[in-house]
Nanobody
Framework: QVRLVESGGGSVQAGGSLRLSCSVS????????MGWFRQAPGREREGVAG???????YYADSVKGRFTISQDNAKKTLYLYMNNMKPEDTAMYYC???????????????????WGQGTQVTVSS
C-alpha cells in the first residue's frame, strides 16, 4: 500500500523560509513523477513543483526562483524548500506521485495517483 506523509508545515512571516518533507512508503522509486501541490480556500488545487526519476524539475511561475524541489531516493523522501515566502503562498500543501517516466506538464492533479494528507503553510505579512 502506497503511503505519502507530509511534514514541515507551519506559520512563517513574509520573507521567511520553510522546508516541507514527504515520506514515501510502499512505492517503487522508479519511473516516477512526484510533485507538490497546494490549495488555498476557495481555489483549485495547483501544481507548484514537480520532479521525475531523472531529476528533471518543473516549477510554477509563481514560485520559480523561490522554491526548490528535491528528492532523496535512498530515504524515499521528497522535499520542498520554500524561501522568500509571500502571504499568497498560504495554502494546504500536498505531495503526490504517479508512475510515469516524465512529468506531464503543466502539473495537473488529475494526472497523479497517490496523495498525502496535506500540511498547512501560513505566511503572514
Amino acid at each position: 500500500q502506497v503511503r505519502l506523509v507530509e511534514s514541515g508545515g507551519g506559520s512563517v512571516q513574509a520573507g521567511g523560509s520553510l522546508r516541507l518533507s514527504c515520506s514515501v512508503s510502499g512505492y517503487t522509486y522508479s519511473s516516477h513523477c512526484m510533485g507538490w501541490f497546494r490549495q488555498a480556500p476557495g481555489r483549485e488545487r495547483e501544481g507548484v513543483a514537480g520532479i521525475n526519476t531523472g531529476g528533471y524539475t518543473y516549477y510554477a511561475d509563481s514560485v520559480k526562483g523561490r522554491f526548490t524541489i528535491s528528492q532523496d531516493n535512498a530515504k524515499k523522501t521528497l522535499y520542498l524548500y520554500m524561501n522568500n515566502m509571500k502571504p499568497e503562498d498560504t495554502a494546504m500543501y500536498y505531495c503526490a506521485a504517479v508512475y510515469r517516466l516524465v512529468c506531464r506538464l503543466p502539473l495537473s492533479s488529475r494526472d497523479f495517483t497517490y496523495w498525502g494528507q496535506g500540511t498547512q503553510v501560513t505566511v503572514s505579512s
